[in-house]
């Protein structure tokens, strides 16, 4: 069993910063890839970064430069580094990994950019 836990979200201005995290439960999480997804209002959920357990990266485009993920194995957590906020980024923010073909989500965390 997957536990998936996010935090740091919250009210921002626009070219602000913040930080999100991700703790997980679990024995596999240091093997395991995980991602960020965002969902906004009235759109689909989208995948905006994702993390190999080698610690390899791969970004959405419109977030490329501005976000960073990283992870902390011996924290088992992730984190989602957000600079130069723009409203279009608000949404609320979901932790996703996978393992034996179960997908794991967390119930996330909700980001506001002000204009």
Do not use: H
């Amino acid at each position: 069993q997957v536990q998936l836990v996010e935090s740091g979200g919250g009210l921002v201005q626009a070219g602000g910063s913040l930080r999100l995290s991700c703790a997980a439960s679990g024995t596999i999480f240091s093997i395991a890839a995980m991602d960020w997804y965002r969902q906004a209002p009235g759109k689909q959920r989208e995948l905006v970064a994702a993390i190999t357990s080698g610690s390899s990266t791969n970004y959405a485009d419109s977030v490329k430069g501005r976000f960073t993920i990283s992870r902390d194995n011996t924290k088992n957590t992730v984190y989602l580094q957000m600079n130069s906020l723009k409203p279009e980024d608000t949404g609320v923010y979901y932790c996703k990994t996978e393992w034996d073909s179960i997908r794991y989500w967390g119930k996330g965390t909700l980001v506001t950019v002000s204009s």
